[in-house]
């Protein structure tokens, strides 16, 4: 489904993605990165076989995206790492298994129902949901619980701006979210490895934070399915699985919804999950990160707090005790 | 050619040897990124990972030659044991050295720190140093002089396996199924040994 889009801002405003790849390169200097596989086809390590998975070859450019704030200045990683080494159990538990695994997986119509405490509930088509908004271009941060990390340039909308139009309620104290349950659709859900659907939450105020937001792309380009397509959350001072993806419901709530991981292991994921390198995971240390992308023989970054947004989100958690609130 | 003859294992040793080898050599060869083969995007876990997996591949094939050998009564597979034994000690070395090397920087606090704080590691860095003695006594001359303590100090495989099994059950996130067949397998061949030794050999 194309969007037609007025293109407002000419597209020379909009880093030109060789540009990207080419800082990525510039970074990869061991013989074990897979900044060749960029046109190449690849065979992981378990013996199975990619398409060939280059930008060139991706997914559909989107038109009219403008620079959005809170970017960083470190180099994205490159497309295929972006593409092909993903949590995405829908799909399969291995790293590789969302790549090779939602390759038909249809994005596209989708609609997503929104409901609770709020004045504008229904069902919305992704059209409407997304058009009415400049799409931007943000470079996050994104890292895993698992202790590795990426730097993503999503393309998307303030979060803020899609939950503002169903006007929540004063009593709306959470948003809650859920991925689409189809197993026909989504192989990895014939297992209970989750309990499906995958459900995430945030409070109102870290819904409405304005670094949070609603990815439907990446590179500049339609949102891969293995990366959570058509829409996904981004929020980034948080670890990953917060990010939830392919988002069919929105629900305003008044009191805390239950969150997948979390009822997965109560002690080892929370529902704040926010970055933190003081509490560490019980079966594992979260003071630093394996950097994706970078030369092996570089050692772990330290893990910044809130992921290095603390000067953005550290004043929404004051006072709260970040060691129980995990 | 008999099996159990001279000849038979002048030629079926090397062979098994290179075997042993060849997942090293595909592994090298998604390293270095040849024939379009990748360790994908996180090489330091696909390593670790892979390694890992041939350490307890290993361990459960040495386990097997015993009680293949009593179902069988195929008495020439015993010269292979040692040969697999000695491999799941190189798998799982290999494995511990990427652990340090790559993964840790060689930072020894650092690794000190993860033996003493985090259970799975120190189950497996338990499973490696037992391995060590099994290893060093793995030659005939050593057979010869340990005698009748020999056998009783190479039992130590047993709780290493299952050292191992557990080491990658408490290690994998939430799918548990892996380590659960590896620990099924485990399971099944320790179970034919007792069974093997209530009939008496």
Redesign the interface.
């Known amino acids: 489904m194309l969007i037609k889009r007025t293109v407002d801002v000419p597209e020379s405003r909009v880093t030109p993605e060789s540009v990207y790849l080419k800082r990525r390169d510039f970074m990869k200097m061991t013989a074990l990165a897979g900044a060749v596989a960029l046109t190449s086809g690849r065979v992981l390590a378990g013996g199975k076989v990619l398409v060939a998975e280059s930008a060139e070859a991706g997914t559909r450019k989107l038109e009219g995206v403008v620079a959005g704030p809170f970017s960083t200045d470190q180099a994205p990683n490159s497309w295929t790492d972006i593409t092909t080494y993903n949590n995405y159990y829908e799909f399969g538990t291995a790293k590789d298994d969302p790549v090779r695994n939602a390759v038909d997986f249809k994005p596209q119509p989708w609609t997503v129902t929104v409901g609770g405490e709020c004045a504008k509930p229904g069902t919305y088509h992704y059209e409407d949901l997304v058009s009415p908004y400049k799409l931007e271009e943000r470079i996050y941060r994104l890292r895993c619980v698992e202790a590795w990390s990426m730097v993503i340039p999503w393309v998307g909308i303030p979060l803020a701006s899609l939950l503002k139009r169903f006007e929540p309620a004063a009593n709306a104290r959470f948003v809650q979210f859920k991925t689409l349950y189809d197993p026909s659709r989504m192989p990895g859900q014939r297992r209970r490895i989750l309990d499906w659907p995958y459900r995430e939450g945030l409070t109102i105020a870290e819904a409405m934070h304005p670094l949070t937001m609603m990815a439907v792309g990446v590179y500049g380009r339609v949102l891969p399915n293995q990366n959570g397509a058509p829409m996904r959350l981004v929020v980034p001072w948080k670890y990953g699985f917060k990010s939830i993806k392919a988002i069919t419901e929105i629900n305003f709530v008044e009191r805390r919804p239950r969150t997948s991981w979390s009822m997965a292991a109560p002690s080892e994921y929370g529902f704040y999950a926010n970055v933190n390198p003081k509490v560490d995971h019980p079966r594992w240390s979260q003071a630093r990160e394996r950097v994706i992308g970078a030369n092996i023989f570089a050692p772990k970054k330290p893990t910044l707090m809130f992921n290095g947004y603390a000067d953005q989100v550290a004043s929404l958690y004051s006072g709260l005790d970040l060691r129980k609130n995990y | 050619m008999k099996p159990g003859s001279k000849s038979f294992y002048r030629l079926t040793k090397p062979l098994l040897f290179l075997a042993g080898l060849a997942p090293l050599g ?2 090298a060869l ?4 040849i ?12 390593l670790l990972h ?1 390694l890992g997996l041939w350490g307890l591949k290993f361990l459960l094939l040495t386990l097997a030659v015993t009680p293949v050998r009593r179902w069988t009564g195929w008495r020439w597979l015993v010269r292979y044991r040692r040969m697999l034994g000695l491999f799941a000690f190189f798998y799982v070395l290999l494995h511990f050295l990427t652990y340090a090397v ?2 840790q ?1 060689l ?1 020894a606090a650092a690794i000190l ?2 033996i003493a ?4 590691i120190t189950l497996g860095m338990t499973g490696l140093l037992l391995l060590v003695p099994l290893a060093a006594t793995s030659t005939r001359g050593m057979m010869r002089r340990l005698g009748g303590r020999w056998q009783k100090l190479h039992r130590l495989v047993y709780a290493i396996a299952v050292l191992g099994v557990w080491h990658f059950y ?2 994998v ?3 548990t199924l892996q380590p659960l067949v590896y620990a099924a397998i485990l399971a099944v061949l320790l179970s034919t040994r007792m069974y093997y030794r209530r009939r008496g050999r």
């Open positions: 595909y592994i998604c390293a270095f990124n024939a379009g083969l990748t360790l994908g995007a996180n090489p330091i876990e696909e892979q790559l993964d920087g930072d720190e993860d704080k985090r259970p799975y408490w290690q996130k939430l799918d």
